[in-house]
């Protein structure tokens, strides 16, 4: 499952390729939505983790534009569901993740983010 | 007791490609459930399975700490054994995010130190350095098992991985067997990344003599 919390933990690994080489650009997605429990215990904890610009950049190129451009300070429990939906309920089922840095392809088919590299590629 | 997942939706011909839940599976279940007070404790945010194969092992984990508490990240090489694992999840109502890599490469970047489980099943029997290297190579069942020298050459590869992963206070699972060298790995960990570790179960299945290792960070 490419959800956008996975989304924002994943950088590309192309020899070579370490600065300006996250977040992964989407195109040509398919997205699914399926309902998660709510737990603001694990999203209270797992906000430091979040590249914030990262995670709204990625939401608008799924047409999700729910989430407001700074963290808010308050915490509150609206925010908390928002941003329940954006980082946990939105799957990206097929598509392709493009790094901004060297451009390489990463295809998603099923859910699954393919980002092995080719014996050449690899640092 | 916790129920090991359910598994009744993998096949016959999903088995052909995917390493089935065996000895060494199931003593690391027992090793997490013996530590299962534990694991609840210790508020874990992300937990992290590298070659996570049928998805059995972080179903499981997620029946302890709770499917909504963690973001159970797993890994495969076997493209075959990401589609098992996210169904194994689907079957058990645990979100199981999989990612197509080798070990741990694409995560590092941005998990540097904030893994809080790491769980490791790695190919450990003792193969040639090349029928090894071919088994990561062929991304089929081959990989879930050739190890190499010692048994040893996957693993090796992820231990600086897991050092810059692991959280302050997290804890990386081993499954090992005696010809790995098991104290020869335990005091390795501690000299070269500042890791104790404790061998927390041990059983004999058939000819093979199978161990989980606990490492944690010395503070």
Redesign the interface.
């Known amino acids: ?1 490419v ?1 956008l ?2 989304h ?6 192309v020899k070579g390729c370490t600065a300006n ?2 977040p992964l650009e989407f195109k040509d997605v398919q997205v699914v939505l399926r309902e ?4 603001p ?2 999203l209270r ?2 906000i430091p ?1 979040i ?1 914030w610009a990262a995670l709204t950049g990625a939401a608008r190129q799924l047409g999700d534009t729910s989430l407001p451009d700074q963290l808010p300070e308050m915490l509150d429990d609206d925010f908390l569901k928002t941003l329940h939906h954006v980082l ?1 309920e939105i799957h990206v089922e097929e598509g392709i993740m493009i790094c901004p840095n060297c451009k390489h392809n990463y295809h998603i088919a ?8 080719a ?1 050449h590629e690899i640092g | 007791m916790i129920p090991t997942p359910d598994l009744s939706h993998l096949r016959a011909e999903d088995y052909e490609h995917v390493y089935e839940p065996a000895e060494d599976t199931f003593i690391l279940l027992d090793a997490l459930e013996q530590d299962a007070e534990e694991l609840t404790s210790m ?1 874990a ?2 937990s992290l399975e590298i070659g996570s194969g049928s998805g059995c092992v972080s179903s499981f984990l997620s029946s302890i700490i709770g ?5 159970y ?1 797993c890994t495969d ?1 076997n ?1 075959r054994a ?2 098992c694992s ?1 169904a194994t999840g689907r079957q058990n109502k645990v ?8 070990l741990a ?7 540097h130190k ?1 893994v809080d489980i790491v769980l490791f099943n790695p190919p450990y029997v003792p193969t040639v350095h090349h029928e090894a290297s071919v088994a990561q ?1 062929n ?1 089929d069942i081959g990989g879930s098992w050739a190890g190499g020298h010692d048994g040893m050459q996957i693993t090796d590869r992820f231990f600086p991985q897991v050092d810059s992963l692991l959280a302050p206070h997290g804890r990386f699972y081993l499954v090992a067997v005696a010809q790995n060298n098991i104290p020869h790995i335990q005091q390795r960990m501690q000299q070269d990344y500042g890791m104790g570790s404790k061998v927390v179960l041990q059983r004999r299945a058939g000819r093979e003599h199978l161990s989980v290792i606990r490492f944690m960070r010395i503070r």
Request: hydrophobic share 45%.
């Open positions: 499952m959800r919390i996975t924002n933990l994943l950088a590309c690994h080489n996250f998660s429990e709510f737990n215990d694990f904890g797992f983790k590249d946990l099923n859910g699954i983010p393919n980002m092995l590299l014996e | 508020r945010l992300v499917p909504s508490a963690v973001l990240l090489i493209p990401c589609d996210t979100p199981l995010e999989l990612v197509n890599t080798s490469d694409n995560l590092l970047a941005r998990l904030s190579v991304r």
